[in-house]
């Protein structure tokens, strides 16, 4: 019987009938050692009829990836023949089933989510995974990333964990916390479990459980077994310390060869019943003895396996054991897991048994780490490498270890591990190739931490020591110094470009077209200071020819392609741009490649932001903004917040202008500026400026002006308005210097759009008498199909300059276009500013439109994009897989979308164009 949970039970109870009606759920079900965690599973799991899957996580000393994924997953893996082939492969995979390529937690938890979407079948699933804080990190993450995925599976997914943010950290989630019993339960309980306790004894097991259930099970039992004169008094010591106190009296009564096999049990995770036993008849012990364990209630068999009744139990066991005996169970258990597929916990235990330096239980380590690694188990691939390392005399071979373990860790996201790691093999070698690795991990530690300076310092030192013997490697590292650079400076960006061009390369290296392209994007003799007296412009690189070139040289870093990809948006070649970011995000979909994907989609939602494509970067933009925050990627979170907040901003949306910027100012770590804050600046500064604050819009758009961000994108993309603000607001000299600076600029990007954007600054800024000759050929350079929003704000201007010449005719006739682009455009703000300049004309104003046309406004961003994909015939498998969603997440957002478009059927939606094309 279940005391005192009532309400919890009411929680979970609305979960699952959530569930029952297809819509999914988690909960994370938290609390201290022996709250009733697991009995409170146990209590829901026996009264519901749902299909069922359950796992448990096992505290134990190695780390091996995934190992808690697949004893969950065993059951639904009959069904693994039903997913997308890349997902199947990466479970496949992950655990051992196949050699494939490695694939990120990420895409493994996709693989996740799927799977029990299949095993669920038609009916709700309910998904328990109990003392969750044991997990190994690579079945942590694949499981919270399916965690935060479920939407439509009728899935109810929960996790029990310790009170412990450290050992269990799935922020957002929503948690469920376990109190001590409340006295009159507590009470119950005890009668329940211990009727024959004397008051004086009643009173005391109340005052040493505090509530605490298993204390309330457990210590009448130890009672009971005391001696007079060793009573302990209530408080004396942590509650968790009394209970393995308790559990340590039981097992002591138990014989030496039952003894011996828990021991055995408690120094393994994997509860092999088979395995146990082969190692226990190093001792003399059988499977007969493991009854007394069981009648004692210390252990339960199920099948071929066994657990322990409490992870405490565990515990009292390993504290008990003397090490030689400890040392002892460690070498049977190695020589028990003897087949080739348990190497791995072979390894381990081989390396618990040794006392000292031993190469073979090293190198046994070294191979572990191997393989974890091609796995994506770079936790477990660290700590095996640094165990290798401490077994290791040799001290090449040790610092060799260490550096992989330093990598690994960095890796896995363990910033200040691999930066330990990193200083003690730096103690250890004067190899300057190793010494740049080791300062590459320490750098990648500063900067994900937010030390953008150090990191940039670092990466420097790094390719300085490797810039005669690895010029390669040290212009990889360069290009990884231009990320840090790109948050500290532009003097920083341009000493990087420097030290990159003086770099002696190899023609036919793969990294240098790329080198060569960021080297002539910014000239390192440039003179930004004072771009009036600039030489005739460079040749500009062109981004296309670029990644031909890279292609045919068999340069496949993605990485290194990436980042010309977003210098090739500072050079204005959007289309470009978008193009290759796009057939890149193609490329991530269909191998899993997760947690890559929000950078790519960042370029995708710049270019379409640049183009005023919308309602596309806002389908973009949100689908990354899930992806960052259900992988923890700060930095992606802080960036597309602010790319919301200027689709906002430009629309005149201030409430939720501010929210996202708010959001994205938010995303900062340590003293570094928030990856948002560019982005932001120029959307509260566009807001104003559309609502008629030129004042606040030209105080914000000219912090882009300055260090550490007016070599940004959008800093230079912002200049038009910060003119336009300026002189609004009755300040044109303050637009003076941005301007020259966006002239140079723009006479390099050689675009007709960059060119009327220049001719309508000037426009302006000139006199009455020679303004309309600017104005027309603003005009004129606009493309007809791209750019609607620049090209309409030009007439709007143009319109209010004719209003104020006395021409109402002619400004009738370009504020009407102008109003109807906006209109279209569902930019409210500018709408609003042009109906008011009619009006001004008098008897002009049109009312205010209606909002746009068409499906893109009538549907959500995930379901535009799923739309789109369903109009090109694609199932619903297939656009779970491109979407990492599940399939049944599909099929309900293709329901809700139908009523919408005024259709029934699928088959129906490639009869509408703007779902049938993309927009141009």
Not at 728 to 755: K, N, S, T, V, Y
Not at 778 to 796: D, K, M, Q, V, Y
Request: hydrophobic content about 45%; glycine content about 8%.
């Amino acid at each position: 019987m279940l005391y005192g949970r009532d309400s919890e039970l009411t929680t979970i109870e609305q979960l699952l009938a959530h569930a029952e009606k297809g819509r999914s759920g988690v909960l994370v079900v938290v609390g201290e050692p022996g709250i009733g965690k697991t009995a409170l599973l146990d209590h829901v799991i026996a009264g519901t009829s749902l299909r069922t899957i359950r796992g448990t996580g096992v505290e134990y000393e190695a780390e091996l990836p995934y190992a808690g994924l697949s004893l969950l997953l065993r059951p639904a893996l009959e069904y693994l023949d039903r997913l997308p082939d890349p997902q199947r492969q990466a479970l496949e995979a992950a655990f051992g089933l196949a050699v494939g390529e490695r694939s990120e937690p990420m895409f493994v938890g996709l693989a996740v989510l799927s799977l029990l979407s299949e095993y669920a079948g038609d009916g709700p699933l309910l998904c328990v995974v109990d003392d969750a804080q044991w997990l190994d990190r690579a079945s942590n993450d694949a499981l919270v990333f399916a965690a935060r995925r479920l939407y439509a599976e009728g899935i109810a997914l929960i996790f029990a964990a310790r009170d412990d943010r450290h050992a269990f950290s799935v922020p957002g989630l929503p948690e469920l916390r376990l109190s001590a019993l409340r006295a009159e339960h507590a009470s119950a309980l005890l009668a329940g479990q211990a009727g024959e306790l004397s008051a004086t004894a009643r009173y005391r097991v109340l005052a040493e459980a505090q509530g605490n259930p298993l204390a309330l099970i457990e210590l009448p039992v130890a009672l009971a077994g005391e001696r007079s004169g060793d009573t302990l008094r209530p408080g004396a010591l942590p509650l968790t310390s009394r209970l393995q106190i308790a559990f340590h009296g039981q097992v002591t009564r138990l014989d030496e060869r039952t003894g011996m096999l828990l021991l055995l049990a408690a120094s393994d995770d994997s509860g092999e019943l088979g395995i146990l036993l082969r190692a226990g008849a190093e001792f003399g012990a059988g499977p007969t003895d493991l009854a007394a364990a069981e009648e004692a209630s210390l252990i339960v068999v199920d099948d071929d396996r066994l657990r322990f009744r409490h992870p405490l139990i565990r515990a009292a066991v390993q504290q008990r054991a003397p090490i030689d005996r400890r040392l002892a169970a460690h070498r049977a258990l190695a020589a028990a897991f003897d087949a080739p597929d348990h190497a791995d916990r072979r390894a381990w235990h081989l390396a618990a048994a040794a006392t000292g330096v031993d190469e073979p239980a090293a190198a046994a380590l070294e191979s572990t780490g191997e393989r974890a690694r091609e796995r994506s188990g770079h936790l477990a691939a660290a700590l095996a490498y640094e165990k290798a390392a401490r077994l290791t005399e040799d001290v090449e071979a040790r610092t060799r270890r260490l550096v992989l373990a330093a990598e690994a860790a960095s890796e896995a996201g363990e910033l200040d591990r691999a930066r330990t790691f990193a200083e003690r093999a730096q103690a250890g070698t004067t190899d300057d190739a190793i010494r740049a690795r080791l300062l590459h991990v320490r750098a990648l530690s500063d900067f994900w931490q937010g030390a953008f300076a150090g990191a940039h310092e670092l990466l420097h030192r790094g390719a300085e020591l490797t810039a005669v013997t690895h010029p390669e490697r040290a212009a990889r590292t360069l290009l990884q110094a231009m990320h840090t650079a790109w948050y500290l400076g532009e003097e920083q960006v341009r000493s990087t470009v420097r030290a990159l061009h003086a770099l002696d390369l190899p023609a036919t290296a793969s990294v240098t077209p790329v080198a060569d392209f960021i080297i002539a994007a910014f000239p390192p003799n440039e003179d930004t200071e004072h771009p009036e007296s600039q030489r005739p412009d460079p040749e500009r690189p062109d981004l296309g020819d670029l990644v031909r070139v890279a292609h045919r040289t068999g340069n496949e870093e993605l990485r290194d392609l990436l980042l010309a990809c977003g210098v090739g948006l500072t050079l204005g070649q959007d289309v470009h741009a978008h193009d290759i970011a796009a057939m890149f995000a193609t490329e991530s979909r269909l191998h899993g490649g997760i947690g890559r994907l929000p950078t790519i989609l960042f370029f995708v939602a710049e270019a379409e932001v640049f183009e005023s494509r919308h309602t596309d970067a806002l389908a973009t933009a949100s689908e990354a903004l899930r992806i960052a925050q259900d992988s923890g990627q700060q930095q992606w979170i802080s960036q597309f917040e602010s790319v919301l907040a200027y689709l906002a901003g430009v629309s005149g949306d201030e409430e939720a202008a501010h929210r996202h910027a708010d959001a994205a100012l938010a995303g900062g770590v340590g003293s570094a500026m928030p990856a948002g804050a560019p982005w932001s600046a120029w959307a509260l500064g566009l807001l104003d400026l559309g609502l008629g604050r030129p004042e606040s819009a030209l105080n914000r758009l000219e912090r882009l002006t300055r260090e550490p961000m007016r070599h940004h994108i959008c800093a230079t993309r912002s200049i038009p308005d910060l003119v336009e603000a300026a002189v609004r607001f009755g300040a044109p000299e303050r637009a003076h210097e941005p301007l020259a600076r966006f002239e140079q600029w723009a006479r390099r990007a050689d675009q007709r759009w960059a060119d009327a954007l220049v001719l309508r600054c000037r426009a302006l800024l000139a006199d009455d008498d020679a303004a309309e000759e600017l104005w027309l050929a603003a005009l004129a350079r606009h493309e007809s199909e791209r750019r609607p929003l620049e090209r309409a704000r030009t007439g709007l201007l143009y319109g209010e300059w004719l209003r104020r010449m006395r021409r109402k005719t002619d400004a009738r006739d370009r504020l009407r276009i102008a109003l109807e682009e906006f209109d279209r455009l569902d930019v409210r703000s500018w709408a609003d500013r042009a109906r008011t300049e009619l009006g001004a004309i008098g008897g002009s104003a049109t009312p205010q439109g209606p909002r746009p046309a068409g499906v893109l406004a009538l549907l959500t961003p995930q379901e535009l994009q799923i739309t789109r994909l369903a109009a090109q015939g694609l199932s619903n498998r297939d656009i779970a897989a491109q979407l990492f969603l599940s399939p049944r997440t599909v099929g309900h957002h293709l329901y809700k979308a139908y009523p919408k478009l005024g259709i029934v059927s699928r088959t129906e939606l490639s009869a509408i164009p703007e779902l049938a094309g993309r927009p141009g």
